[in-house]
């Protein structure tokens, strides 16, 4: 029997998503999946959205265009079912992430201590033991973020953020601000099959399915996990940083050195420092 056409779009989250709903034997059976992504503006085809009897998605409001979600809703066929998922962003584990483009995992106070005329040594010892909470106001930061996730809830099918601040002092339950674990993408996943009234991913399939986004865990700010009370993180707490196991200060260190040298990609100075300190097999 010929399968129905599924279009997932989504950002980073679509693959996992993907993988997860395919541990499903009712969707897998059922469904023909077609992933595109979002953030990078792929187009999907009008003759697909036509055909398509289910619309899995990240909402994406008007000022996205053709690619809004309405848009493509609008050229679908009349009783193609619809389920939003979440966007998952989460910046609680790292207040003073900033999305200044030009820089991977930009810091707002690191990078203000880099603009001032001070040496390395200088710059860390500031950024390791300036009190942070008598520079920035990090319960309106958080509280700010907490507000975009509500009405980012609000459009799909069912809540999650409920269940990151009731646990996510006890578990590391992002990698990046927008990387998910599983238990989180699982979670969402069990939602869309919960709504087609078909059987949820169980909790074996869970357990042996491989974290998503494993070669980057975000090192986080001592002061940080303390302000928020972590179970998990602290001074001496190693985050597998592209191969590297690091400390947040030796992570720091690199951020420094790389911003000083006036190199621009992070994500392959962090690759190339991780194989020069990583020991041979």
Same mark, same amino acid.
């Given at each position: 029997?010929?399968?129905?056409?599924?279009?997932?779009?989504?950002?980073?989250?679509?693959?996992?998503?993907?993988?997860?709903?395919?541990?499903?034997?009712?969707?897998?059976?059922?469904?023909?999946?077609?992933?595109?992504?979002?953030?990078?503006?792929?187009?999907?085809?009008?003759?697909?959205?036509?055909?398509?009897?289910?619309?899995?998605?990240?909402?994406?409001?008007?000022? &996205?265009?053709?690619?809004?979600?309405?848009?493509?809703?609008?050229?679908?066929?009349?009783?193609?079912?619809?389920?939003?998922?979440?966007?998952?962003?989460?910046?609680?584990? &790292?207040?003073?992430?900033?999305?200044?483009?030009?820089?991977?995992?930009?810091?707002?106070?690191?990078?203000?201590?880099?603009?001032?005329?001070?040496?390395?040594?200088?710059?860390?010892?500031?950024?390791?033991?300036?009190?942070?909470?008598?520079?920035?106001?990090?319960?309106?930061?958080?509280?700010?973020?907490?507000?975009?996730?509500?009405?980012?809830?609000?459009?799909?099918?069912?809540?999650?953020?409920?269940?990151?601040?009731?646990?996510?002092?006890?578990?590391?339950?992002?990698?990046?601000?927008?990387?998910?674990?599983?238990?989180?993408?699982?979670?969402?996943?069990?939602?869309?099959?919960?709504?087609?009234? &078909?059987?949820?991913?169980?909790?074996?399939?869970?357990?042996?399915?491989?974290?998503?986004?494993?070669?980057?865990?975000?090192?986080?700010?001592?002061?940080?996990?303390?302000?928020?009370?972590?179970?998990?993180?602290?001074?001496?707490?190693?985050?597998?940083?592209?191969?590297?196991?690091?400390?947040?200060?030796?992570?720091?260190?690199?951020?420094?050195?790389?911003?000083?040298?006036?190199?621009?990609?992070?994500?392959?100075?962090?690759?190339?420092?991780?194989?020069?300190?990583?020991?041979?097999?």
């Amino acid at each position: 029997m010929k399968k129905k056409v599924c279009i997932l779009q989504a950002n980073c989250q679509g693959e996992p998503i993907e993988n997860l709903l395919r541990l499903s034997r009712e969707f897998s059976e059922t469904y023909e999946i077609h992933r595109f992504t979002n953030y990078i503006r792929e187009v999907i085809p009008d003759e697909l959205l036509a055909n398509c009897d289910i619309f899995i998605y990240q909402h994406l409001a008007e000022p &996205w265009k053709e690619f809004s979600s309405a848009n493509l809703c609008s050229k679908m066929k009349q009783g193609c079912k619809t389920i939003a998922f979440p966007s998952m962003l989460f910046i609680h584990y &790292w207040p003073l992430w900033s999305g200044k483009k030009g820089f991977d995992y930009t810091d707002t106070f690191l990078e203000s201590l880099i603009e001032r005329d001070l040496s390395e040594s200088q710059i860390l010892h500031l950024f390791m033991n300036a009190k942070l909470t008598k520079i920035y106001d990090f319960e309106s930061i958080i509280a700010k973020s907490e507000q975009i996730e509500r009405a980012k809830e609000s459009l799909c099918s069912a809540g999650y953020f409920d269940y990151i601040l009731d646990n996510y002092k006890q578990k590391r339950l992002f990698n990046t601000i927008n990387h998910p674990s599983a238990e989180l993408l699982s979670r969402t996943a069990n939602t869309i099959l919960s709504e087609l009234k &078909w059987p949820e991913v169980t909790c074996d399939q869970i357990e042996t399915f491989p974290e998503p986004f494993p070669e980057f865990e975000q090192p986080i700010h001592p002061q940080i996990a303390e302000y928020l009370g972590l179970e998990f993180a602290g001074p001496e707490t190693r985050y597998n940083v592209y191969g590297a196991s690091l400390t947040f200060e030796e992570y720091a260190i690199r951020y420094i050195k790389c911003r000083q040298m006036g190199i621009k990609d992070f994500i392959s100075f962090l690759h190339a420092t991780a194989k020069k300190t990583t020991p041979p097999s």
